[in-house]
């Protein structure tokens, strides 16, 4: 079939509607968006166990990020050195400005925020549709993508992150682009420069994506409209709004530009086409470069297992996080359909559609690195399905537009049967969705027992002071704390890790001498190698077990956070995997024995433990497919109807190295060997078997136990 009948085929006819009509699909798609997002706040606002300062506590960890960075704007903007807080960023300013200006709470403002700032996506689409003149594909596709499983969950109510505004902005920015092309005005350079500059305010990761958008538009130009020197004008203006300037300055540039080409009209435009975008282009690799794509690029896609840390004389070498986060993990076709169109049938239709689209409207190929991004998630994770979403949500629309027009013209009626067609496809696409977000029920982040623990270690510790856990828990620490740590959402590396891994699972000693030196040295092991004037980094970490060094005075106090998160979550496999390695050479050591399950069968005289293992009570042998191991001891711990902890042990054979513990109260049972058994996390949570000379209990309760290392 020849183009031009192709696109003759492909052609819907325009509805065109009033500026006023117009608001009222806005008005509609946006009620919508937001309505669904309460039917999480239904299914948990009477959850007394999730309620902190009269509000449902958030869903995601990073937020507590920004909320910190907000509450100490609202205190003032005071915060210490290396305390991580960002009150710089936009978000917590965004928030904070909130806060003072609405009569809400910032634990309320935190919660609903991302129900009202993603369901703003509904308005990009809605912009696109129009400036193509299609405002019913532009209303279906702001429905579906609105709520689409990958973007509503990083967008639901409770989801405060800078994901609430991430796919937000550059469809804003694709939005101006279309209508800029469309009408040639020199205020839409303006409109576009300052849209993209937000969206590099709110999100610094953005720059790659408009570098894509960028590039795409310059070889759309030169495809479709070589000589067009508007379009080289706009190229410039995205080429100065993800330059590493300041803002003030980067706005001052704007105004100047677009006075200039306001004054001048067309006058110049022969010169411009070559002109200002080699400017643009030159000032934008003098300030940012390509470095953060190639980061970005090895980061997500290379997916190293080991990253060296390269120091003046020596590189270590620690387990990438990469390995260990779900969300940047390899994921299945249908998963990765499931989460971009909620259904698979609805993503190979909404796929097919937008390559239709493209052919029929060419400008919708500027949604191309949007596109593009969502497919890196079959192998760099399923966090980059988000920004595909409302891209197929345009395809599924097209493809629901024609079809409704082929129907009705086969049909030969088209005053209902074209609407009643739309009606029944675009519900058919969002019942999955709907069912999906029905059946989320994504838990806050904490509990109020457990924030109620940190409050209370807030009244107790400085803020100068340092909590010591695993990252993942890292920003709930200093936000309910106001403390400081060594790990968090932004700070995961392997570097980082290690020492966080080795005070969790090392024995007591070590983990108290790891833990002195992973402050002093901000957790850079490095340096203390140098400053102890150790080139192998092995022998440093002998002397923190034998307690072989003279360690830095401790001006501050050091508290552990031990969640039982970390036993619920199953994680203390993962926590030793980053201390399990020879961090000279790389090489893994062999994993030391942990198993937990929640899923076993106690009977008089055995316990079906699942996965082949078999306890025999009177002999205190555990069998697995045909192997036996001797049992040192089992310990059955549990907290009596006052809340007392008490713990029974039942000895067999004191020569061997094998323990199991049985969690009473919680139903866990644990298989382990001597290693993991005098394991600080061990020790001290599940056994509250402490070294008297080292910690001290500061908070203890079933959920939470703080301790503090003595000095």
């Excluded at 003030?248 to 002109?275: A, H, P, Q, V, W």
């Excluded at 003046?312 to 993990?329: G, M, P, W």
């Excluded at 600080?680 to 309760?701: A, G, H, M, S, T």
Aim: glycine share 6%; charged share 15%; with cysteine.
């Amino acid at each position: 079939m020849p183009i031009a009948a192709l696109k003759n085929f492909l052609t819907l006819e325009q509805d065109r509607i009033s500026l006023k009509q117009f608001f009222i699909l806005i008005i509609i798609a946006y009620i919508f968006a937001v309505a669904v997002r309460f039917i999480w706040v239904y299914q948990f606002q009477d959850n007394p166990n999730i309620i902190w300062n009269n509000q449902i506590i958030i869903n995601n960890s990073d937020g507590y990020y920004y909320a910190e960075g907000a509450r100490d704007i609202l205190a003032g903007g005071i915060h210490q050195e290396n305390d991580g807080s960002p009150i710089h960023s936009f978000p917590s300013i965004f928030t904070a400005y909130l806060t003072k200006i609405l009569p809400f709470n910032l634990e309320t403002i935190i919660l609903y925020l991302p129900a009202f700032l993603g369901s703003l996506l509904i308005i990009p689409i809605l912009l696109i549709g129009r400036s193509i003149g299609q405002n019913m594909l532009g209303f279906i596709a702001a429905l579906l993508g609105s709520i689409t499983v990958s973007y509503y969950n990083r967008t639901m109510t409770g989801y405060y992150d800078t994901d609430m505004l991430t796919i937000v902005l550059p469809m804003f920015v694709i939005a101006a682009l279309i209508h800029s092309l469309k009408h040639n005005k020199e205020i839409n350079l303006l409109i576009t420069g300052l849209t993209i500059t937000i969206y590099q305010l709110w999100y610094t990761g953005g720059y790659s994506i408009i570098c894509a958008i960028a590039g795409v538009l310059f070889f759309y130009t030169l495809i479709k409209e070589p000589k067009k020197a508007y379009n080289y004008k706009l190229i410039t203006f995205m080429l100065i709004g993800i330059a590493g300037l300041p803002l003030l300055l980067k706005t001052g540039i704007y105004i100047l530009l677009f006075s200039f080409l306001t004054y001048f009209k067309n006058r110049f435009d022969k010169y411009i086409i070559f002109i200002l975008p080699a400017a643009g282009l030159m000032l934008l690799l003098f300030t940012k470069g390509v470095t953060p794509i190639i980061f970005n690029i090895k980061a997500y896609i290379m997916r190293e297992k080991i990253t060296p840390a390269l120091t003046d004389n020596f590189s270590l070498n620690f387990f990438s996080v990469k390995q260990t986060i779900q969300e940047a993990k390899k994921i299945p076709f249908d998963i990765f359909a499931h989460r971009i169109s909620g259904h698979t049938a609805t993503f190979i239709i909404s796929t097919i559609g937008y390559i239709l689209m493209i052919i029929r409207y060419p400008v919708a190929a500027l949604a191309l690195p949007l596109a593009g991004l969502g497919f890196i998630a079959l192998k760099g994770g399923l966090r980059f399905t988000i920004y595909t979403v409302p891209i197929n949500a345009l395809g599924f629309a097209y493809i629901a537009s024609l079809a409704a027009k082929f129907t009705a013209a086969a049909l030969k009626q088209t005053k209902h049967i074209k609407p009643a067609v739309l009606i029944l496809i675009t519900a058919l696409s969002l019942y999955p969705n709907i069912i999906h977000i029905i059946n989320y029920k994504k838990g806050p982040v904490v509990t109020t027992t457990e924030a109620a623990a940190l409050e209370k270690l807030k009244k107790i510790a400085g803020r100068e002071d340092y909590v010591i856990s695993w990252w993942d828990y890292g920003y709930t620490i200093r936000y309910y704390s106001d403390t400081k740590t060594l790990g968090d959402g932004g700070r995961q590396n392997g570097d980082t890790n290690f020492p966080l891994s080795f005070i969790l699972t090392e024995n007591q000693i070590a983990a108290a001498n790891m833990a002195k030196i992973a402050v002093r040295y901000n957790g850079i092991i490095a340096d203390a190698m140098k400053d102890y004037n150790f080139a192998d980094a092995n022998r440093l970490l002998k002397a923190l077990k034998t307690n072989g060094l003279t360690l830095p005075e401790k001006k501050e106090d050091i508290y552990l956070y031990l969640p039982f998160r970390i036993v619920r979550n199953q994680i203390l496999p993962t926590i030793r995997a980053f201390c399990n390695l020879d961090i000279m050479t790389g090489r893994h050591y062999k994993m030391p024995l942990f198993y937990q399950t929640k899923q076993f069968i106690d009977n008089p005289d055995t316990i079906m433990m699942g996965n082949g293992f078999r306890f025999l009570k009177k002999t205190g042998k555990i069998k697995q497919m045909g192997k036996t191991l001797e049992l040192n001891s089992l310990i059955i711990t549990g907290y009596d109807k006052k809340g007392v902890f008490n713990k029974r042990i039942i000895e067999y054979n004191p020569m061997s190295d094998i323990y199991l513990i049985y969690m009473q109260s919680y139903g866990e049972l644990f298989l382990m060997d001597k290693q993991v058994y005098n394991s600080l996390f061990i020790r001290l949570f599940v056994l509250e078997d402490y070294d008297k000379n080292l910690f001290e209990p500061v908070i203890i309760d079933p959920w939470t136990k703080i301790y503090r290392l003595k000095k």
